[in-house]
Nanobody
Framework: QVQLVESGGGLVQAGGSLRLSCATS????????MGWYRQAPGKQRELVAS???????SYADSVKGRFTISRDNAKNTVYLQMSSLKPEDTAVYYC???????????????WGQGTLVTVSL
């Protein structure tokens, strides 16, 4: 079974930085777009950043200039570098990727388990 394994979440003070990692687990055939979503208390899940196979990136307006998404295709890993964190960044962050597993006939959207990022004042 293909899984996304996240790490790097935790508690950080406002203005601080945090780096999230999301690596694939299991056998895969290929990976297309990857991204990070977040869901804050009482809010809908939103797209934070995404990155294509050829490294084109996009960001939510709320994180532009502060967050950077990157990927290592050799390691099938996506990262989210978060800087100048604000209390409103507090949320559960989810990794997402379109993965073609050997047993599948096409790409399947896979989600990580979510990692909590808490930004204190």
């Amino acid at each position: 079974q293909v899984q996304l394994v996240e790490s790097g979440g935790g508690l950080v003070q406002a203005g601080g930085s945090l780096r999230l990692s999301c690596a694939t687990s299991g056998r895969i055939h290929s990976i297309e777009d990857m991204g990070w979503y977040r869901q804050a208390p009482g809010k809908q899940r939103e797209l934070v950043a995404s990155i294509t196979t050829d490294f084109r990136t996009s960001y939510a307006d709320s994180v532009k200039g502060r967050f950077t998404i990157s990927r290592d295709n050799a390691k099938n890993t996506v990262y989210l570098q978060m800087s100048s964190l604000k209390p409103e960044d507090t949320a559960v962050y989810y990794c997402n990727a379109d993965i073609w597993a050997p047993e599948a006939t096409g790409y399947v959207e896979v989600w990580g388990q979510g990692t909590l990022v808490t930004v204190s004042l």
